[in-house]
């Protein structure tokens, strides 16, 4: 059983890091494509960064480029995200979800349309 567990979320102000962890299990880690994803209140979840285990390929949103950073410890099965330079904007629940086909990563980023998501985990930025 494909398993994803988020952690890591909080409250930070503003300018701040924060680093979310997706510890993944019952699957062949280095053949998934594990991505983070996130829903704002009252908006539609987007894609925020995923990476092909496969080929270490990475995808991220523009909103996030050069803010945050993806990446994957297959010794640990886990993917991780660190967030610099948090903005209020950047408040929402963030998901990790995983699937097999990691050949078209930034599809599955784009779209969402990955097989297995785990429960998410809350940031808040506060001004």
């Known amino acids: 059983e494909v398993q994803l567990q988020a952690s890591g979320g909080g409250l930070v102000q503003a300018g701040g890091p924060l680093r979310l962890s997706c510890a993944a299990s019952?699957?062949?880690?280095?053949?998934?494509?594990i991505g983070w994803f996130r829903q704002a209140p009252g908006k539609e979840r987007e894609g925020v960064s995923c990476i092909s285990n496969s080929d270490d390929s990475t995808y991220s949103a523009d909103s996030v480029k050069g803010r945050f950073t993806i990446s994957s410890d297959s010794a640990k099965n886990t993917v991780y995200l660190q967030m610099n330079s948090l903005k209020p904007e950047d408040t929402a629940v963030y998901y990790c979800?995983?699937?097999?086909?990691?050949?078209?990563?930034?599809?599955?980023?784009?779209?969402?349309?990955?097989?297995?998501w785990g429960k998410g985990t809350l940031v808040t930025v506060s001004s």
């Open positions: 979800a995983a699937d097999p086909r990691a050949h078209v990563v930034m599809r599955l980023c784009r779209t969402g349309g990955m097989d297995h």
């Open positions: 019952g699957f062949n880690f280095d053949d998934y494509a």
